[in-house]
Each structure stands twice: as C-alpha cells, then as structure tokens.
C-alpha cells in the first residue's frame, strides 16, 4: 500500500495522536479542570503527541485521505478510542465522587453542599473532600503518569489510521460500569450500616423515653456518627481506590483492542 511523503505523514501522525490526547484530556476528571484554559489543555496535549510519537515507528496510509468520508472516520475513531481511555480508567475516582455524594447525604449533610470546581456541579462537602483525597492518593501513585503510558501503550496496540469505526467484539463495558457500582457500594456499607443502627437505637429510645425530642437529637447524632465513620473507614476507601487502579487501566487498554483492524 502506497503510503504519503515522509513529512506529511509525520504530521498526519502527529495530528492523529494529538486527537487521542485531546479526547483523553477532555473526558477525564483528572486532567480536565475547568480552571485550566483551553489553550492549555490543547498546548499539553501537543506536548504529550510530540513525546509519544517520537519513540514510534508510525506511517499512515494514503488511501485513508483520498475522501472526507474516510477522514471523518479516522478522525471518529481517534477521538472514540481515547474518551474510551479516559472514562474507563477513571471509574475507581467516579466510584469514589458516588461514593462521597451518598456519604454526605446519609451523614445528615446533604443541605451542606458547595460548588465542584471540577465538574461545576453540587456536592456534598464529605463527597468533594473524598474527591480531592482521591485525586491527591492518585497523583502520590503516579496515576496520571500511568494513563499517559496507557494512551502510549495503545499506539502501539491499536496504531493511528485505522477504519475499524466500530469495535470488533464485545468490550464487556456494561459488567465494569456494574463493578464501579459494586466499587461504591463497598465504600458506601459501612456508613449505611451505622446510621441504620443509630435509626434503630433512636427509635428504642423514643419509645422508652417519650419526653426526649429524638428529631433535635438525631441530627447531631447523625452528623457526629458520619465524621467518627470516616475517620475509620478512609484507610479502607484509599486502599480499595489502589486496588483497582492499575486494574482499570489494563481493562480500558483491554477495550481499545477491540478497535483493532
């Protein structure tokens, strides 16, 4: 197959390794705060394209570009192939956001919510603090570094300028979105468990002792269990988030194979 002069095709690699970067930076919670501008995301994603492309061996094609239509779909699938990176890799810290907004809500301090800078949406202040913790464990493992080496990896997999708009098989990612679940509601028991048998003890003492206001009692009681809770079970959530995150990773380079011509 005839393939294009050797500075256009190295631009045109460039360009479609930079389209992977971009969708992994704009789909991504780690990478993709509002506070960045654009401008840097875009110059952070040409420096990563620029490194990662300079230790592969490359080529593109000519009969890729001979029509729009051809183009859309390489392009389509760049794009599709690191989203698919980026949400994929991330769902331990998506389990964790979960996992924080119902702890907030069950801990009585669902009304405290504050802005998220990184997603603009409310969130309890248990739920945003558990993000940042999560975030801030995540960069301690060089979790950002492992992404990048993912979207390396998956040049190497799944080259640049590929056809192939659709999987080939079955990615299984509907079993994972249920284990990120499963992943939440492990984080989520022990909170769920405690207030159910503060509920219960407040009940026995409404009934023994009528002339206590259990509803001004019940709310402290709530808020003080969550924090004591916290404090124990945080160790346990950090653990689990380590668990699963280099697992995640491969699932998500398990998925993108499927792109494979």
């Known amino acids: 197959m005839t393939e294009l002069a050797l500075p256009t095709n190295v ?3 460039y ?3 930079f389209i992977r970067y971009v969708a992994l930076v704009e789909v991504s919670t780690l990478f993709s ?14 420096l990563l394209s620029m490194a990662s492309v300079s230790g592969a061996n490359l080529t593109i094609p000519l009969v890729l570009f001979e029509s729009w239509i051809s183009i859309f779909v390489v392009v389509i699938r760049e794009f599709a ?5 980026g949400i994929l890799a991330f769902l331990p810290l998506t389990a964790l956001h979960i996992a924080g907004d119902q702890t907030g809500t069950v801990s009585g301090l669902a009304m405290a919510s504050v802005m998220d800078p990184l997603s603009q949406n409310q969130i309890s202040i248990i739920g945003q603090m558990q993000v940042f913790l999560g975030f801030w464990f995540y960069f301690c493992w060089n979790g950002h570094l492992l992404i990048i080496q993912s979207v390396i990896e998956s040049l190497r997999l799944v080259p640049p300028g590929g056809l192939s708009f659709f999987p080939a098989n079955d990615m299984s990612i509907g079993l994972w979105i249920q284990e990120t679940f499963k992943l939440a509601v492990r984080m989520l028991i022990p909170f769920y468990c ?19 206001n ?13 924090f004591l809770v916290l404090l124990m079970v945080l160790p346990l959530i950090v653990d689990i988030l380590y668990e699963n995150m280099e697992r995640y990773i491969e699932f998500a380079l398990k998925s993108v194979i499927a792109f494979r011509i």
Request: proline share 7%; with cysteine.
């Open 11 to 13: 631009m045109l690699v």
């Open 15 to 17: 360009l479609l390794v």
């Open 194 to 212: 405690s207030i159910l048998l503060a509920d219960i003890g407040l009940g026995f003492l409404a009934r023994t002792v009528p002339q206590m």
């Open 33 to 46: 705060a509002v506070y960045a501008p654009p401008a840097y995301r875009f110059f952070f994603c040409a």
């Open 81 to 85: 192939i690191g989203a698919l990176i």
């Open 214 to 226: 259990i509803f001004v009692l019940g709310l402290p009681l709530r808020v003080g269990l969550g």
